[in-house]
């Protein structure tokens, strides 16, 4: 009986720690899965979206913002914000100037021009300070180039069309994905406005010929012609004045020698 109560005892002492282990373990497994997910970081909150019309609106180009949130191009320039876009807005001031052109412009043409002034690619300001050359714009589109080029001069950045010339007068936003600039002209595409035609010069004036202070000169007589311009010899009258005198001076000549004559005859007969 003691041997059998020994033989209890030993086993249940070597079962004892086998079983405390297994409980130990499967109380620390149930404890991980929650501290690991206690220890994994929030997800970051998606960033907000730009609204770019009520930030041009609130920067001094609220008449462009306005036109382009009541035309199709506000949904061009909302597809192309995630992706990279560059606005050049034109001011209010610009917008004014720029109105009675904007009217005559078909549905078309208006949208046209607003998408014109978007280029669907980020460029920060210093960009567009090392950058010269032609871009594209959110209204290019196959034969249809609607692109200026981007000129820079020191600091001062310019954009050229074949029509007219913008300056970029101050800075919006410029946070990738997003940059929008200030321009103090609308920038208008050669495929809608035809240039200025360059005047023909100025007629020189003709030269008036000097009028005499008194009575007008009678114009030289005409020159003579060849019949009636005079011979190397004699005029006429003066020919037949010489010949008259001639014939005369021939006829007392003939008249002296019969006389001479006779008397040198009556003198050798004697």
Not at 9 to 24: D, K, N, R, W
Not at 76 to 88: A, E, K, P, S, W
Not at 121 to 143: E, F, H, I, K, P
Request: aromatic share 8%; hydrophobic share 40%.
């Amino acid at each position: 009986m003691a041997s059998t109560i020994a033989t209890l005892v030993i086993f249940l002492a070597v079962l004892f720690p086998y079983c405390s282990c297994e409980t130990q373990n499967t109380e620390i497994s149930k404890i991980k899965p929650s501290a690991a997910k206690s220890e994994s970081p929030a997800p970051e909150a998606a960033a907000p979206q730009v609204s770019f019309t009520s930030v041009m609106s609130a920067h001094g180009c609220k008449i462009f913002a306005d036109i382009l949130l009541a035309s199709p191009a506000e949904k061009t320039y909302g597809d192309n914000v995630q992706g990279g876009l560059t606005i050049f807005c034109p001011t209010d001031d610009a917008m004014k100037d720029f109105a009675p052109k904007f009217k005559n412009l078909t549905a078309d043409g208006k949208q046209s021009v607003l998408e014109y002034h978007g280029v669907p690619v980020y460029q920060s300001l210093s960009s567009l300070r090392t950058s010269n050359g032609l871009m594209n714009t959110l209204a290019t589109d196959g034969a249809n180039n609607y692109d200026f080029v981007v000129q820079n001069d020191g600091q001062d950045v310019t954009l050229r069309t074949k029509i007219d010339t913008a300056k970029i007068t101050g800075t919006v936003i410029d946070k990738e994905p997003l940059a929008i600039f200030s321009i103090d002209k609308v920038l208008e595409p050669k495929e809608l406005f035809k240039g200025a035609p360059t005047p023909a010069p100025a007629p020189a004036p003709i030269a008036e010929s000097p009028k005499p202070a008194g009575k007008k000169h009678k114009s030289p007589p005409a020159p003579a012609s060849p019949a009636d311009s005079p011979t190397d010899g004699p005029t006429g009258d003066v020919a037949d004045s010489k010949a008259d005198k001639n014939g005369a001076f021939r006829y007392n000549a003939g008249a002296l020698v019969i006389p001479v004559l006779c008397i040198w005859f009556g003198h050798l007969l004697l």
